[in-house]
Nanobody, 126 residues
């Protein structure tokens, strides 16, 4: 079965950086679109970035130019490098695997049932 385990969250001052990791297992990682999502207190979960099986990336406008999504298929690991962090980046960050396969689309971000989810890692920016 699909298992996703996030790590790397923490507390950081505005302007700082964090790198999130997601260890994946239970499926062929290299053939799947992967995404990062976040949920701030009192708000709905939102898409942050995704990366398809070829390495093509897509970002939410609010993080473009500050965050970088990447993947290491040999290590079955997904990353999110977050720079120039802002207080509004605070939230629980989730790694997700698209059940449909290797091609990503922003249209998929709002359909939670299309994704397998990790347990999340907290990011707090003050």
């Amino acid at each position: 079965h699909v298992q996703l385990v996030e790590s790397g969250g923490g507390s950081v001052q505005a302007g700082g950086s964090l790198r999130l990791s997601c260890a994946a297992s239970g499926y062929i990682f290299s053939r799947h679109c992967m995404g990062w999502f976040r949920q701030a207190p009192g708000k709905e979960r939102e898409g942050v970035a995704d990366i398809d099986m070829y390495g093509n990336t897509n970002y939410a406008g609010s993080v473009k130019g500050r965050f970088t999504i990447s993947r290491d298929n040999a290590e079955n690991t997904l990353y999110l490098q977050m720079d120039s962090l802002k207080p509004e980046d605070t939230g629980m960050y989730y790694c997700a695997d698209l059940a449909l396969g290797g091609y990503c689309s922003g249209d998929y971000w709002g359909i939670e049932t299309l994704w397998y989810w990790g347990q999340g890692t907290q990011v707090t920016v003050s």
